[in-house]
T-cell receptor, first 113, second 115 residues
Framework: AQSVTQPDIHITVSEGASLELRCNYS??????LFWYVQSPGQGLQLLLKYFSGDTLVQGIKGFEAEFKRSQSSFNLRKPSVHWSDAAEYFC???????????FGSGTRLSIRP | GAVVSQHPSRVICKSGTSVKIECRSL??????MFWYRQFPKQSLMLMATSNEGSKATYEQGVEKDKFLINHASLTLSTLTVTSAHPEDSSFYIC???????????FGEGSWLTVV
């Protein structure tokens, strides 16, 4: 069965520091992977997605993620965080027919001034 | 880009009444729509998957008679919370998908408060 694990519930980093949010998936075939960000009381905004090709994916707001099949991971990174990056981040996996989307439990990011 | 619109964004209803939330794909045909529920500080929980013209597929534990989903056209799906109770208060989000997983878009969400 498909599943997504985000092992970190809450992460705090200093403004300007680098960031890495972890995501591990379980899926039989090559998955379609997404990272979304959600600000309090708001909907979801797509940061980036991976379907095939280059395993390093660039997204909006300076985010990137790397698909590592051997580790079943799709970690989200940003070289220098801004206070506005404080939000909840969700990793998601979708099967190729888009018949089901599974979300991770989310990681709450706090930024230390 | 493609947009998925949800309406209303916020709704307050009295306990025992029913409330309908609409999800529209504005510039593409959504063969599949998903409905999610999100409690405060929690992840999105898939409630049901609906395909145009057919009955929705509900996830385990979701009451299909309470959460009625209709996907009558390729651009509109509705979620009706029947006989709402305070515990149904939550953030409901829909997403719409075209023919491929690459075309999955989310609505802005709808806050439901049952008083």
């Amino acid at each position: 069965a498909q599943s997504v694990t985000q092992p970190d519930i809450h992460i705090t980093v200093s403004e300007g520091a680098s960031l890495e949010l972890r995501c591990n998936y379980s899926y039989g075939a090559t998955p379609y992977l997404f990272w979304y960000v959600q600000s309090p009381g708001q909907g979801l905004q797509l940061l980036l997605k991976y379907f095939s090709g280059d395993t390093l994916v660039q997204g909006i707001k300076g985010f990137e993620a790397e698909f590592k099949r051997s580790q079943s991971s799709f970690n989200l990174r940003k070289p220098s965080v801004h206070w506005s990056d404080a939000a909840e981040y969700f990793c998601a996996v979708v099967n190729s027919s888009a018949s089901k989307i599974i979300f991770g439990s989310g990681t709450r990011l706090s930024i230390r001034p | 880009g493609a947009v998925v619109s949800q309406h209303p964004s916020r709704v307050i209803c009295k306990s025992g009444t029913s409330v309908k939330i609409e999800c529209r794909s504005l510039d593409f045909q959504a063969t599949t729509m998903f409905w999610y529920r999100q409690f405060p500080k929690q992840s999105l929980m898939l409630m049901a998957t609906s395909n145009e013209g057919s009955k929705a597929t509900y996830e385990q534990g979701v009451e299909k008679d309470k959460f009625l989903i209709n996907h009558a056209s390729l651009t509109l799906s509705t979620l009706t919370v029947t006989s709402a109770h305070p515990e149904d208060s939550s953030f409901y989000i829909c997403s719409a998908s075209g023919l491929e997983a690459s075309t999955i878009y989310f609505g802005e969400g709808s806050w439901l408060t049952v008083v």
